[in-house]
């Protein structure tokens, strides 16, 4: 077999609002399972090979992390197979893209925001080739 990530695992403000962002970039996600713990409630939507297991925040007052420069997650790197239909769902949606430059030969990318300001990033390969869509020279 073959080593694969099968889930991350977020802390989220609004479920709702990441189910419904993930959901519009992507709408072949699904939610497998919607749970209440005794202090949050939570999810696991994707496919049924990996998923995102999402948990709602226990509410403070204060986010106190500032993105690429304190511990945690930067964004989170999705492959689809069209990247400008995902633009187009999730701006007619109302979501913030991220104008980062990304040109690549080998891949497009696009960063989004969902609601809670976390980012995510989304790649089509435009090659089948390892090396290619490895390729970092660029």
Same mark, same amino acid.
């Not at 080593?3 to 479920?15: G, S």
């Given at each position: 077999m073959k080593p694969y990530v099968e889930h991350a695992n977020l802390t989220?403000? *609004?479920?709702?609002?990441t189910i419904q962002?993930?959901?519009?970039?992507?709408?072949?996600?699904?939610?497998? *399972?919607?749970?209440? *713990?005794q202090m949050y409630r939570w999810c696991h939507i994707g496919t049924d090979e990996t998923y995102l297991a999402l948990q709602e925040v226990i509410e403070?007052?204060?986010i106190d992390r500032t993105p690429y420069r304190d511990l945690g997650i930067n964004h989170i790197g999705l492959v689809v197979d069209d990247v400008a239909q995902v633009r187009d769902r999730?701006?007619?949606?109302?979501?913030?893209?991220n104008d980062l430059e990304t040109r690549h030969p080998w891949r497009t990318r696009?960063?989004?925001f969902d609601r809670d300001g976390i980012e995510w990033e989304f790649t089509q390969y435009l090659s089948d080739e390892p090396s290619q869509r490895n390729d970092y020279s660029r």
């Amino acid at each position: 077999m073959k080593p694969y990530v099968e889930h991350a695992n977020l802390t989220v403000r *609004h479920l709702e609002n990441t189910i419904q962002f993930l959901q519009t970039a992507i709408p072949e996600f699904t939610a497998r *399972h919607l749970g209440q *713990h005794q202090m949050y409630r939570w999810c696991h939507i994707g496919t049924d090979e990996t998923y995102l297991a999402l948990q709602e925040v226990i509410e403070r007052d204060a986010i106190d992390r500032t993105p690429y420069r304190d511990l945690g997650i930067n964004h989170i790197g999705l492959v689809v197979d069209d990247v400008a239909q995902v633009r187009d769902r999730l701006l007619r949606a109302g979501y913030r893209e991220n104008d980062l430059e990304t040109r690549h030969p080998w891949r497009t990318r696009i960063y989004f925001f969902d609601r809670d300001g976390i980012e995510w990033e989304f790649t089509q390969y435009l090659s089948d080739e390892p090396s290619q869509r490895n390729d970092y020279s660029r």
